[in-house]
């Protein structure tokens, strides 16, 4: 668990901010499948994601879910697929804009920024060289 806790711990803070109570790990961890814990759920795994750090595997074995596809589900009900946030999943909308995970990890972890100009290959033009 030392591979995550750190994020994890500080996902669990998040979403206490953003649903206004206590989300520990513990209920992240647990198999209901109620929105009470399904939805911080669902906030923990696209923080994960956004920071860059973890694969699908990972984000799901350090919330102890089946498979990397319960991610993929989490995530769609969080951003939707392409991050906008008129997406309807399920005929449900998504809940938060990809940017908002972006943002908050840009605030808790600010070693992990990528500044534009890091993306381009050694050309310089990147992908249209």
Known sequence: MTFYRNTLKQAAKRASVEFD????????RSKSQSPFH?????FVMAYMHATGRY???QIAKALQLKNHTS????????HGHDGKSLNLI???PTLWKKDHFVNMVKAD???????ESDW???SGKGWAA
Do not use: D, M, N
Request: charged share 20%; net charge positive.
């Open 21 to 28: 109570r206590l989300v520990t790990v513990e209920s992240l």
């Open 90 to 92: 399920h005929g449900k």
């Open 55 to 57: 694969s699908l595997p």
């Open 109 to 115: 972890f600010p070693e992990l920024l990528i500044e």
């Open 120 to 122: 381009s290959f050694t």
């Open 38 to 42: 399904s939805q911080p759920r669902w």
């Open 71 to 78: 991610v993929l589900y989490g995530l769609r009900r969080a």
